[in-house]
Nanobody, 126 residues
């Protein structure tokens, strides 16, 4: 059973940066894909970024490309999401998620991820 715990959320002004972390436990995660999703009030959950531990592949949602960077620390079983040039529309609860990697995975499909963290709030003020 994979367990995920997010940290690093908070309040930041527009243009600022935050770094989110997701600590994973429950055995070796080398075969997993780790994803970040976010959900703003009144909106559907949105794919932000994903990374494959084993292959180093990354994917990003269109709204965060060139501003956010996902990275993995295999030794610590931790995934980070570096968020730069933050905008008020980035305000949301950010969730970490995990699933076994398979060829042809639909990275942005939240139904593909069986394991989820509790979420961490990110608020960007204008």
């Amino acid at each position: 059973q994979v367990q995920l715990a997010e940290s690093g959320g908070g309040l930041v002004q527009a243009g600022g940066s935050l770094r989110l972390s997701c600590a994973a436990s429950g055995g070796s995660l080398s075969a997993y894909v780790m994803g970040w999703f976010r959900q703003a009030p009144g909106k559907e959950r949105e794919f932000v970024a994903g990374i494959s531990w084993r292959f180093g592949e990354t994917r990003y949602g269109d709204s965060v490309k060139d501003r956010f960077t996902i990275s993995g620390d295999n030794a610590e079983n931790t995934v980070h999401l570096q968020m730069n040039s933050l905008r008020p529309e980035d305000t949301a609860v950010y969730y970490c998620a995990a699933r076994i990697y398979y060829w042809g995975i639909r990275w942005s499909d939240q139904t593909q991820y069986p394991y989820w963290g509790q979420g961490t709030q990110v608020t960007v003020s204008s």
